[in-house]
Nanobody, 124 residues
């Protein structure tokens, strides 16, 4: 399995931006599809975005479309989530995940490796 470490979370005002990073260990990062999920207090984990191993296919939750952008740099073993126009409802712990699958990337059950999460707090 791949080890994942997220960073880049923090406190931001509504309308602001953050870029989350997820650094992966191992030499096979380029063979993994990667995803971002989030979990707000008292709520279940929900899909945010995912990217195929090549970066050629990206997927977004409806609320993320037009505001969030996922990307990856296989040379740096890192996947990113750029979040613009943040809203208070985006407040959550954000988790990076990895899978060898190419399909079903909108489901947490498709991912076998998870990071520890990074907190994003958006103030109104």
């Amino acid at each position: 399995q791949v080890q994942l470490v997220e960073s880049g979370g923090g406190l931001v005002q509504a309308g602001g931006s953050l870029r989350l990073s997820c650094a992966a260990s191992g030499r096979t990062f380029s063979t993994y599809s990667m995803g971002w999920f989030r979990q707000a207090p008292g709520k279940g984990r929900e899909f945010v975005s995912a990217i195929s191993w090549s970066g050629g296919r990206t997927f977004y939750a409806d609320y993320a479309k037009g505001r969030f952008t996922i990307s990856r740099d296989n040379a740096k073993n890192t996947v990113y989530l750029k979040m613009n126009d943040l809203k208070p409802e985006d407040t959550a712990a954000y988790y990076c995940a990895a899978t060898v699958r190419e399909y079903g990337l909108g489901y947490a059950s498709s991912f076998g490796s998870w990071g520890q999460g990074t907190q994003v707090t958006v103030s109104s």
